[in-house]
């Protein structure tokens, strides 16, 4: 929801948040979740900014 409007540190502070909880209680399926989940959140924000860097030209 946050990567939609455009928040992305909301996102990645979140999915850091879960990502953390799954490491201390050992669910690995929930860290893979959420390391792809940051990886997204990650690459969305770089096409994002590189069309906004394209665009001042």
């Known amino acids: 929801m946050f ?3 455009g928040e992305y540190d909301t996102a990645i502070s ?3 948040q879960a990502l953390a909880i799954d490491q201390a209680i050992g669910n690995k399926a929930g ?3 959420n ?3 940051l ?3 990650y ?3 770089e ?3 590189s069309r906004l ?3 001042m030209r």
Do not use: D, P, S
Request: charged share 10%; proline share 0%.
């Open 53 to 55: 860097l394209l665009n």
């Open 39 to 41: 990886g997204l959140v």
């Open 31 to 33: 860290e893979a979740t």
């Open 14 to 16: 979140y999915y850091e």
């Open 35 to 37: 390391l792809g989940n």
């Open 3 to 5: 990567i939609i409007h």
């Open 43 to 45: 690459n969305h924000g």
């Open 47 to 49: 096409v994002r900014h």
